[in-house]
């Protein structure tokens, strides 16, 4: 089945199964690696994208709702890496593993486009559900907070930092 979209910026048309999950066709077909393979049923946002700009588990939507719709990709948030977010994320040696950050970054930059300067309560509901195998949650909201040109100190942050 033919579908055209729009892929960071590109207009893109694939011949894929209409049940063939973005995912795979991000990976497999348009040579897209930036998005990770985590759960495969839309719990650890791994592989999470924006959609029309609202972020969405790439793993669980399917081909046939891809016509004419929006998609951007972490290589698509800044190709030379400089968004702020990706440069509070390097500052503050927010990764580990990285397994899940390309997902991380991609519901981070929704959140801020939609809430430039987000509270720690609007953080942690908009990274809800972005599983850290690492468990650095702490470092991501002030990555989050920096970005947003709202860092605090360590008092303001409750200790946290």
């Known amino acids: 089945m033919p579908v055209t979209f729009t892929v960071n910026g590109s207009a893109r048309t694939v011949d894929v ?93 929704a959140l801020l486009a939609k809430t430039p300067r987000p509270t720690d309560a609007q953080i942690d509901a908009a990274m809800n559900g972005n599983l850290c195998r690492c468990a650095t949650y702490t470092r991501i909201r002030e990555g989050i907070h920096r970005a947003a040109g709202t860092a605090r100190t360590t008092t303001e942050a409750g200790g946290t930092r």
Request: glycine letters at 12%; hydrophobic letters at 40%.
């Open 17 to 109: 199964p209409a049940d063939m999950p973005l995912f795979w066709v991000l990976r497999d077909v348009l040579d897209l690696k930036g998005s990770k393979f985590g759960c495969g049923i839309g719990q650890c946002g791994a592989c999470t994208v924006h959609l029309n700009g609202a972020p969405v588990r790439s793993c669980q939507l399917p081909a046939a709702a891809l016509q004419g719709q929006k998609v951007t990709t972490i290589e698509g948030l800044s190709p030379d890496g400089t968004h702020a977010l990706q440069k509070a994320w390097e500052e503050l040696d927010v990764p580990q593993c990285g397994y899940c950050q390309a997902g991380q970054l991609m519901s981070a930059a």
